[in-house]
């Protein structure tokens, strides 16, 4: 397997990936062995940003937002410990045929649930961070310890539905959740604690901050629960927590 270099892994403006080295001591990237998604939501940052923005034509896109698998990307990396989000650029737990970049053939999701685990049993010292809308494809673990297993939700209907369905696969203290963009009235109901939420609001040209309701209980912390709360929630408070154990 080739050695990953730099140029596979690279920094970011997501928050809790760019600010995790001030609070944890781990810098932060995203890696992207996959990338692409067909789920189509109408508040993708990385969809538009392949087919209409700045990634227009590049080369890790030749398939456009098509789910494409990067084998070249699977492989130990170096250097200090680090904190490394896999999939920013997709949705790793896609029920579809993943196109392998520079080919014509395609894998299957349990295909591409090996090379995750594959890439983390190379880098057991860095942590690793997976996210889909799907949590039922976490049933092709196990997972290597430093892998944190995730799901987006933005409303409670989603929540309760996903960590449910994830509990099924993945043990609570290995499991994140992305609240973002968080569009329900009401605040986060969080039945069973997990190892760490991210919550938002919505970016973009109509950016929109999360409930009243939600920033309330963001202020009086009611969960104990490791939360970074991104600066797009529009809450004007500061928390940018991450698990004890990173
Ligand atoms: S699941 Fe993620 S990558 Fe896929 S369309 Fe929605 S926001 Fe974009």
């Known amino acids: 397997m080739p050695n990953t270099t730099i140029k596979s892994y ?35 940052y990385a969809r538009t940003m392949v087919l209409n923005g700045r990634l227009q034509g590049h080369r890790s896109y030749p398939y456009g937002f098509e789910p494409t698998y990067h084998p070249d990307r699977v492989g130990p990396i170096g250097g200090k410990k680090k904190f490394l989000f896999l999939n920013d650029m997709g949705d790793v737990g896609g029920e579809w045929a993943w196109r392998i970049f520079g080919s014509s053939l395609t894998v299957e999701p349990e295909d591409i649930a090996d090379a995750m685990r594959e890439f983390a049993g190379e880098n057991p010292k860095h942590i690793c961070l997976l996210l889909t809308k799907n949590p039922a494809w976490f049933r092709y673990g196990p997972w290597p310890d430093n892998v944190y297993c995730g799901f987006t939700a933005t409303n409670n209907r989603e929540l309760q539905e996903r960590l449910t369905e994830i509990l099924k696969h993945v043990p609570a203290d290995k499991v994140w959740m992305s ?16 190892a760490w939420i991210t919550i938002g609001g919505l970016s973009g040209i109509n950016p929109t901050p999360v409930s009243p309701a939600t920033m309330e209980w963001l202020e009086n912390n009611r969960v104990e629960i490791p939360r970074f709360v991104k600066a797009n929630s529009g809450w004007d408070g500061i928390r940018k927590e991450y698990p004890d154990t990173w």
């Open 10 to 44: 690279h920094r970011t403006k997501i928050d809790y990936i760019r600010d995790s080295e001030e609070i944890t001591g781990r810098a932060g990237y995203v890696l992207n062995i996959i990338t692409g998604c067909r789920h189509r939501c109408p508040y993708c």
């Open 179 to 194: 609240l973002e963009p968080w569009q329900d009235d009401e605040a986060p109901m969080i039945p069973t604690p997990v």
